[in-house]
């Protein structure tokens, strides 16, 4: 490990098939009885996830997670994807990796943006985790139609031009200390690209298309006071998936879209709910 984060996290650097290295970030836990890789959202990085991290360390588990291309400490253009799937295709290679020692295969946890490539690859059949987790999954987003058609002609044409994501900073949270970090963290990207952009809006009609297919016990968190992603593609996904009954739905609405980072009493709320799922999974 190169560095040491914490009293628990460190970073280290995975070498993937195509010879792109990704940062990994763990928070190994030596007696685990199980594992849970973290996917993170657009414009942010893995090393935001240490609160939850500790969390599940506290209940047994070891965790890890790693900074996908275009982001954090990961080499690359800010935003960009070296081919339209390489997002699915990291994260089945990361979570094979860190399977492979484990007593058992790991939880997959997904936010935003993270949470549509954790379920593309489950649905893909490229991952088989025994249970999946979604927080404020981008399944739809607030672009307009004109603007998501504008992205898919760009990325045939320009797939790494680089645009200004446009997130608003003061959505993520009600907890004023949170805004405040990730304006301020150096390691947070406003850029996205036309490919990235595409595959966004591309993955979430594909995910709600197949969501009678969900083929794992799926826990989806929605923030109903979303501004960041638009909360009606979770509600079509989860009327969508009611035939697979595999999926189990929780709706905050009055919570922003971190839903782990939270202002109290709602991030309590949303990790109670987590907990009462989890002791119900097999």
Excluded at 83 to 92: F, S, T, V
Excluded at 169 to 180: C, G, I, N, W, Y
Aim: include cysteine; glycine fraction near 8%; hydrophobic fraction near 45%.
């Amino acid at each position: 490990m190169d560095a040491r984060q914490s009293d628990r996290e460190a970073l280290d650097w995975l070498t993937l098939a195509d010879g792109r290295r990704l940062c990994m970030h763990d928070w190994p836990r030596q007696d685990a009885r199980a594992g849970v890789l973290i996917v993170h959202g657009l414009g942010e990085h893995a090393g935001r996830y240490g609160p939850l991290a500790a969390w599940f360390n506290a209940r047994g588990y070891a965790v890890r997670s790693y900074d996908q291309c275009g982001h954090g400490r990961t080499p690359g253009r800010r935003g960009a994807l070296p081919r339209p799937l390489a997002l699915i295709d990291d994260l089945a290679e990361v979570y094979d990796r860190f399977a492979a020692p484990l007593p058992a295969p790991p939880l997959l946890l997904g936010h935003s943006m993270g949470g549509l490539v954790a379920l593309r690859a489950v649905l893909d059949r490229r991952v088989a985790p025994p249970a999946l987790v979604l927080s404020s999954p981008a399944l739809r987003a607030w672009t307009p139609a004109w603007e998501q058609a504008l992205a898919t002609r760009l990325a045939r044409v320009l797939p790494n031009l680089p645009l200004r994501s446009g997130l608003p900073f003061e959505a993520l949270s009600h907890a004023s200390p949170v805004v405040d970090a990730y304006r301020r963290d150096p390691l947070r990207s406003g850029w996205i690209t036309p490919r990235l952009a595409r595959f966004i809006f591309e993955s979430g009609r594909h995910c709600i298309a197949l969501a009678a297919t969900l083929p794992v016990p799926t826990l989806l968190l929605v923030a109903g006071a979303d501004r960041l992603v638009d909360a009606r593609g979770s509600h079509a996904f989860a009327a969508a998936a009611k035939t697979s009954r595999h999926l189990t739905t929780h709706v905050y609405e009055d919570l922003f879209h971190e839903l782990f980072n939270e202002a109290e009493p709602g991030r309590s709320r949303v990790l109670a709910q987590l907990q009462s799922w989890l002791a119900q999974v097999p």
